[in-house]
Nanobody, 123 residues
Framework: VQLQASGGGLVQAGASLTLSCVISGRTFDRYAVGWFRQAPGKERQFVAAITWSGSYQYYGDSVKGRFTISRDNAKDTSYLQVTSLKPDDTAVYYC?????????????????WGQGTLVTVSS
């Protein structure tokens, strides 16, 4: 299984980006997708997650109202729309897959990880 995250970049505060995560080579059926981020010197932090059906989305407190997670199962792709970016949002953003239909909030709950895409927000 491979997860390819993309869409990061250097932006100014207040800008928006759309991150994408393409899942390929999977041999399992249903899966949830999570997005996490890790800033330099900090632990990996939960950002958002979405169930297999896409009916339920969950967000970390620091991104609620600014980030939106979605998915297109026909394309095996998840998206993370990030808006009103702040310098504190600067981090490497990772997408991850959790087997099954339900999401999780913990890093240890996810079985597969992408390589990450860097988002840098300047003030």
């Amino acid at each position: 299984v491979q997860l390819q995250a993309s869409g990061g970049g250097l932006v100014q505060a207040g800008a928006s980006l759309t991150l994408s995560c393409v899942i390929s080579g999977r041999t399992f059926d249903r899966y949830a997708v999570g997005w996490f981020r890790q800033a330099p010197g900090k632990e990996r932090q939960f950002v958002a997650a979405i169930t297999w059906s896409g009916s339920y989305q969950y967000y970390g407190d620091s991104v609620k109202g600014r980030f939106t997670i979605s998915r297109d199962n026909a394309k095996d792709t998840s998206y993370l729309q990030v808006t009103s970016l702040k310098p504190d949002d600067t981090a490497v953003y990772y997408c991850a897959v959790k087997l099954g239909v339900q999401t999780g909030w913990e890093v240890r709950e996810y079985q597969y990880w992408g390589q990450g895409t860097l988002v840098t927000v300047s003030s």
